[in-house]
């Protein structure tokens, strides 16, 4: 079993930055990939960026290339994820989620068996 914890959300204006942790524990070492995905009010949960537990590969949607940078401290068994030059449309609650399985198809969800609860962030005007 591997539990996740994300922090980070917040407040932020356009145009502004912000960093969102993912803290795993449990069975850890058995982690093969790490995603954030997010949901906006009425829309169905997307994929936003995910990472190789052994750091050999990083994944963005389209949408966030170039504004967001996906990262893992494996010490502290966490996952961030740096978002810049955010807009309107980034308001979501984002979700960390951690699969075990080593697959390419790491923007589906139903490939992760774990998931963090969510943590809001809301950009404003």
């Known amino acids: 079993q591997v539990q996740l914890v994300e922090s980070g959300g917040g407040l932020v204006q356009a145009g502004g930055s912000l960093r969102l942790s993912c803290t795993a524990s449990?069975?850890?070492?058995?982690?093969?990939?790490v995603a954030w995905f997010r949901q906006a009010p009425g829309k169905e949960r997307e994929f936003v960026s995910a990472?190789?537990?052994?750091?050999?590969?990083?994944y963005y949607a389209d949408s966030v290339v170039g504004r967001f940078i996906v990262s893992r401290v494996n010490a502290k068994s966490s996952v961030y994820l740096q978002m810049s030059s955010l807009k309107l449309e980034d308001a979501a609650v984002y979700y960390c989620a951690a699969t075990m399985r080593s697959t390419p198809f790491y923007a589906t969800q139903l490939n992760y068996a774990y998931w963090g609860q969510g943590t809001q962030v809301t950009v404003s005007q």
């Open positions: 990472i190789s537990w052994s750091g050999d590969g990083a």
């Open positions: 449990g069975r850890t070492f058995s982690i093969s990939n």
